[in-house]
């Protein structure tokens, strides 16, 4: 009489230490990635401002001062190739804020999303970009 060989394959044991080791490795590629994305979006936020910072210098070379408000550089599209004000790449919905001096020779844009909670180091409100300062996060 013959033995039918038995089927070869792997085991209950196997397969749960192959699952075990999949589980680390997502634990710690996980929370990588997401700061990976975080400083994307910082990134992203900073060549936003340095935009808006460029749309308000080639304004001020046009009239001499700084626009009361920053919607103006859209409105009457005076600031050069900006078409639409960005938003914050980390809050789609949050603009930026921007304060002209009194006398119209200083500005201020600032982020107001959440890269002070999405990356350590980084205090709300930041990064900034100011006319006499340059960029600051």
């Not at 013959?2 to 044991?13: D, E, H, N, S």
């Amino acid at each position: 009489m013959r033995r039918q060989p038995a089927k070869r394959g792997f085991t209950l044991i196997e397969l749960m230490i192959a699952l075990a080791i999949i589980a680390i490795l997502a634990a710690i590629s996980i929370p990588r990635f997401m700061v990976a994305r975080y400083r994307a979006y910082l990134s992203a936020c900073l060549v936003n401002e340095r935009n808006i910072a460029t749309a308000l210098e080639s304004y001020r070379n046009d009239n001499r001062v700084y626009p009361p408000v920053m919607t103006t550089l859209v409105q009457a599209n005076m600031g050069g190739d900006i078409n639409k004000l960005p938003t914050c790449p980390s809050a789609p919905s949050v603009s930026y804020v921007y304060e002209a001096s009194v006398d119209g020779e200083a500005f201020t844009v600032s982020c107001p999303g959440y890269h002070h909670y999405q990356l350590s180091g980084h205090l709300a409100g930041f990064p900034q970009y100011s006319a006499t300062g340059g960029l600051k996060e």
